[in-house]
């Protein structure tokens, strides 16, 4: 699988990454093992999780396959810190919470230090400086190598980066990536964080790039008992995409997979992963059959006239 930079950094990706947010809940431990065992076999090293994912579960199942399953070496391991669901406010990025739920990560995960470290949200009630410097503090103690950010606006994005690059040198560990939402169902990113990104020389991480895997065509007619959008807990966060404009992408994306004689999964995340500004595109797999599902389409290059096809269907129309 190719790799690529994330950012002006040092740190290499697969293009395409596995994301753990069922683990412990969905998807059972001996799954996820299969899933991880499929993924670095087929070159896969990006491997995401975060402290919030099934309470803490999806970071303990990981530590223990990366202490049995497959080498620590064989991953780059991204964790993410901020959300405090069980606190009093709703965001927690104090240097006290920051540091406490880096150790806590660590516990869970079984190892010495997180390789990409990203805050997960923006919280108003602490100065923009603090969070930082508590980073910084875990690039400098060793406990993590790189920093980024996920789910904030462009705005509060382009804050922290440019506050880490506002120090001369190497005072500071730069921000090299932020994790969004981006698809054909959802190019929001467009408008501001991928650019805010690439001008602060960070890449952009796509999450739920299969449009939350309505793209894959599987509620083309109906809705599969056997689907995500089926389980009560995750109907409401697939649903969104079960509108008009949606429907018409949809099948924007079957005529060109059946022009080009591939699967529309093939095309829709070939499209988000070779975005310009995307370092690598995350998939969510709710078992391993679907994960070898999606390796073997990795591969699918888009040819610019479908690519630009696809832009044009997808359009956001302009305010």
């Known amino acids: 699988m190719e790799q690529r930079q994330v950012g002006g950094s040092g740190l290499w990706v697969s293009r395409i990454a596995l994301g753990t947010m069922a683990w412990g809940k969905d998807t059972a431990e001996e799954e996820a093992a299969e899933q991880l065992t499929t993924f670095v076999d087929a070159g896969g090293t990006l491997l995401d999780t975060a402290d919030v994912y099934t309470g803490g579960n999806s970071e303990r199942i990981t530590g223990r396959l990366l202490n049995s399953t497959v080498r620590r070496d064989d991953v780059i391991l991204a964790t993410k810190a901020g959300h405090t669901p069980d606190g009093h406010r709703p965001g927690d990025t104090s240097r006290r919470h ?59 994005f382009s804050v922290y980066a440019t506050w880490q690059q506002a120090a001369p040198g ?72 079960f509108d008009e404009r949606s429907r018409r992408i949809v099948e924007s994306v079957c005529t060109a997979a059946e022009g080009l004689g591939v699967s529309p999964l093939s095309v829709a995340l070939s499209w988000a992963r070779d975005q310009r500004g995307v370092a690598a595109a995350t998939v969510g797999p709710r078992t391993n059959a679907q ?16 690519r630009h096809a696809l832009d044009d269907a997808s359009a956001v129309p302009q305010p």
Do not use: C
């Not at 599969?224 to 697939?238: K, T």
């Open 98 to 156: 920051m540091l406490a739920s880096l150790e806590a990560s660590l516990r869970r995960l079984q190892t010495d230090h997180i390789d990409l470290w990203q805050l997960h949200v923006h919280d108003p009630a602490t100065p923009v400086e603090e969070t930082l410097a508590a980073m910084d503090a875990a690039v400098t103690s060793g406990k993590v190598r790189y920093i980024g950010v996920g789910d904030l606006a462009a705005w509060q």
């Open 170 to 241: 190497w005072e500071r560990a730069p921000v090299v990536s932020t994790g969004n939402e981006y698809s054909l169902l959802n190019r929001r990113a467009e408008r501001d964080v991928l650019p805010a990104a690439m001008a602060r020389g960070a890449s952009l991480i796509a999450w739920a790039p299969l449009g939350r895997g309505v793209l894959s065509a599987k509620y083309r007619n109906g809705l599969p008992q056997s689907s995500r959008a089926a389980l009560p807990h995750m109907a409401a966060y697939i649903e969104p995409y």
């Open 291 to 306: 994960l070898v599902d999606i390796l073997s389409q990795e591969s699918t290059e888009l040819p610019a006239e479908i």
